[in-house]
């Protein structure tokens, strides 16, 4: 019979093994955004290991623009990119590159680039990459468009390799055209625990009023992603009550006290309480708030076989935030191999921008924290 709670200390050695990964200080550079200034950052991608000793990193570049005001203000998201290494730590080649040009069909011009994962399928290497479409709002949301920009939704390519993904054999693989999650992006992919494939996906309503986690599941064999639900945990009840983002999902290693219990997991997700930035209180505590685009981090964990059942580690305030900037600590991604796990994340800089940071922890510490 399926245990259904963790007991405090187990809670808090998954906590203690997430601190851990997601090191603030400990973080070392992976890749810098193309100017180290506001608005400028890399990431939203992942690392993976398609074959023995061969690492890829994906990830987009963001330079400065503000959808709100048109993203003819700015390049804002300019370019995905493949980086390669012979090992998760780097250093890391660039090997292949897409624009805004490159992922745009003639009825759907890419506007900007956001997140986007590599996944290492059973018969091919796939790419899932999410834009900004310059297309019309639903007809009786037209009014609210503002001009310059567009409709989100992910699309997915693949094959043999990484040289051979084609932008031309791009097909979409999840969309909406409801009002209250019109806009679609971020895809994180794995294999779910029943098998096939999961994809989970942040929402938008079109008032930009919040930023919520979908699922959609592909069966194994199967094609498609058949949509399950556009709200996989509900958002939170502070610190992330306007965010709740899940970017990241990783099977907890089954040592010391997690030996015997039954297959579990980890979920990083990003959250902020605000979509803009709030003003504090000069009488208050001040506290990194997180809003759109600076969220912090935050931490929940499930059963396997309750995929997709979900609880908060992070309930009152966030566990990932940065010492520098605006505190914004987010899209964390995690690889577990041999030697241990690599995670890698966007941290907010003294200047404000984000690079593409990351953190290995060996699988000796690993256990002794599991311990």
């Known amino acids: 019979m399926s245990v259904k709670i963790l007991n405090p200390k187990d809670e808090q050695a998954l906590v203690n093994l997430a601190k851990a990964m997601v090191d603030q200080q400990a973080a070392k550079l992976l890749v810098p955004p193309q100017e180290n200034a506001d608005g400028f950052w890399f990431g939203s991608g992942n690392i993976i290991e398609p074959e023995p000793g061969r690492f890829l990193l994906c990830g987009r570049y963001r330079n400065h623009g503000d959808s709100r005001t048109g993203t003819a203000a700015g390049t804002r998201g300019l370019e995905f990119t493949i980086f390669e290494a012979t090992s998760p730590q780097g250093p890391f080649k660039r090997i292949r590159s897409f624009t805004k040009q490159d992922l745009s069909r003639v009825d759907a011009p890419v506007v900007s680039i956001e997140g986007g994962k590599l996944f290492a399928g059973p018969r091919d290497l796939e790419l899932f990459v999410s834009t900004e479409k310059g297309v019309g709002y639903p007809e009786k949301l037209a009014s609210f468009q503002k001009p310059g920009t567009g409709v989100w939704s992910i699309d997915r390519m693949s094959a043999a390799d990484v040289d051979g993904l084609d932008p031309a054999t791009l097909t979409e693989a999840q969309s909406s055209s409801d009002g209250s999650t019109l806009h679609v992006k971020d895809p994180v992919v794995f294999e779910e ?179």
């Open 193 to 371: 625990p029943a098998g096939g494939a999961a994809l989970l996906f942040c929402s938008h309503p079109f008032s930009w009023a919040s930023s919520n986690t979908g699922l959609a599941v592909r069966a194994a064999g199967g094609g498609s992603f058949e949509l399950q639900t556009h709200c996989m945990i509900e958002r939170g009840p502070a610190w992330d009550v306007a965010c709740t983002r899940v970017t990241d999902r990783l099977q907890v290693p089954r040592v010391g006290r997690f030996a015997s219990l039954p297959p579990l997991s980890l979920y990083f997700y990003d959250g902020a309480e605000c979509l803009r930035s709030l003003d504090d209180n000069p009488a208050a505590a001040r506290r990194p708030r997180g809003f759109s685009c600076e969220e912090l981090g935050g931490l929940a964990w499930g059963w396997d076989s309750e995929f997709p059942g979900i609880q908060r580690l992070s309930v009152d305030f966030p566990l990932f935030v940065s010492l520098h900037g605006t505190g914004c600590s987010r899209y964390v991604s995690t690889l577990a191999i041999g030697g241990g796990i690599m995670a890698s994340w966007q941290q907010s800089q003294p200047d404000r921008s984000q690079p593409l940071v990351g953190n290995f922890v060996r699988s000796g510490t690993v256990a002794e924290l599991l311990g």
